[in-house]
């Protein structure tokens, strides 16, 4: 069966991984990490079956191990490798050896080859998954591959550069960017327009920003978006769910039918995927997976607490939206807009108290429990419902605009 790789490299890892160029003096400098995997068994938009493997930590080498560097070359002692090898069999997961070319190209030699063949097949006697093998060289430039025994090895030919800048490198099957552009690259350029298109992006929510954010990425030239939504149009929807319409609400139309609908009467080269299904639903996990940024447009803290675990757990970047309205007393009103990005080095939602775990709590009961929960609600162990929160379209709009931003 067919099968592509692809690696999550979180921030501080690859600052690490980098900063091996500027230690060295010239010689060749190596180190080893930790893979985390996420398999993929069907890819939303190709069908294709996928293994990401995701940065979890990365260690130095020893400078006592290191036995002869030169610019073409670096020998160490393996013993802490059997150490490494031995934890990621016992804790699942993938060892990599890192080393730089610093007067090379980024590729990987027909030493490296040799010497690579026996680690791995070290690795599969310890019991590991295989070995990882990344290189990079003076301009930074990287490429790895993943060996599965010491004769079978494949290339890893993209990566998702997971931090405060979201970036990917890909060295085959990017999509060209949209031909309707011109004017983004102006400012941005051709990169950040190659960027946009083979983004995986995916919205969980659809509803007043969520419908902001959906053809916002589209209009930005993303290619490939998948949305969670379950809910139906209501009537209250039509202040502010864009792309809606008077009949969707006695039809009863899924807001998951309505931006579908949208996408392709805009026919301007989005694919959408829709998941008729609330995040943590069984199902959603796998396709969140397949993804490389997830926009959070949801309102309820249930499904927040996921995405603030699975960020930490996947390494993929989310960005959350919240938005509370408020009116007072006097006849005046509060607004608080809220875009938060769950990176490498950022801190989570809860560190900053925008979830609460009981609400998060009682609204996963409800979904999954609904009689239980109104039992709950009666005997006053959950704080029910209250009355319907305020909802403007301008200022869903404006907080749309800021996570895309």
């Not at 027909?110 to 690795?123: K, V």
């Not at 599965?148 to 931090?163: A, N, T, W, Y």
Request: glycine share 8%; with cysteine.
């Amino acid at each position: 069966m067919m099968i592509s790789f692809d690696l999550v490299l979180q921030a501080s890892h690859e600052m690490q991984i980098r900063s091996l160029l500027e230690s060295s003096n010239g010689h060749e400098a190596a180190a080893t990490l930790l893979f985390g995997v996420a398999d993929i068994e069907k890819d939303p938009w190709s069908g294709v079956r996928r293994r990401r493997f995701v940065s979890h930590s990365f260690q130095h080498i020893d400078r006592g191990e290191v036995v002869d560097t030169s610019p073409v070359h670096i020998t160490w002692t393996t013993d802490s490798l059997m150490l490494l090898f031995g934890e990621a069999a016992r804790e699942g997961w993938i060892p990599a050896i890192v080393h730089t070319h610093p007067d090379g190209i980024a590729e990987f030699s027909e030493q490296d080859d040799r010497n690579e063949a026996e680690l791995a097949r070290t690795a599969k006697l310890k019991g590991t998954q295989g070995l990882i093998s990344i290189v990079i060289n003076s301009d930074g430039v990287m490429a790895a591959r993943i060996w599965g025994s010491r004769d079978q090895v494949e290339p890893i030919e993209r990566f998702l550069h997971s931090g405060p800048r979201i970036a990917l490198t890909s060295a085959k099957g990017n999509i060209a960017p949209p031909d309707f552009l011109d004017r983004q690259q102006l400012l941005f350029g051709d990169t950040a327009n190659r960027t946009l298109s083979n983004l995986r992006v995916g919205v969980v929510g659809g509803g007043g920003t969520g419908s902001v954010v959906l053809p916002l990425l589209m209009r930005h030239g993303v290619q490939q978006a998948i949305l969670f939504e379950r809910d139906k149009a209501e009537l209250s929807n039509l202040n502010r769910l864009h792309g809606s319409r008077r009949k969707d609400v006695v039809d009863k139309t899924s807001k998951a039918e309505i931006h579908q609908r949208m996408v392709q009467e805009t026919d301007i080269g989005m694919k959408l995927v829709t998941v008729d299904a609330f995040v943590g639903d069984t199902g959603t996990v796998e396709a969140l997976k397949a993804c490389d940024v997830v926009f959070s447009c949801t309102d309820d803290h249930a499904g927040r607490l996921i995405l603030n675990r699975f960020s930490r757990f996947y390494g993929i970047p989310v960005i959350d939206v919240g938005l509370a309205m408020q009116r007072r007393p006097d006849s005046g009103f509060d607004l608080f807009a809220r875009v938060s990005t769950l990176v490498d080095g950022h801190p989570c939602l809860l560190c900053g108290g925008n979830i609460d775990p009981r609400r998060a709590h009682e609204e996963a009961l409800k979904r999954r429990d609904p009689v239980g929960y109104e039992a709950l609600k009666q005997e006053a162990y959950v704080l029910g419902e209250g009355d319907p929160a305020p909802a403007v379209a301008a200022f869903t709009t404006e907080a749309g605009c800021m996570a895309i931003t």
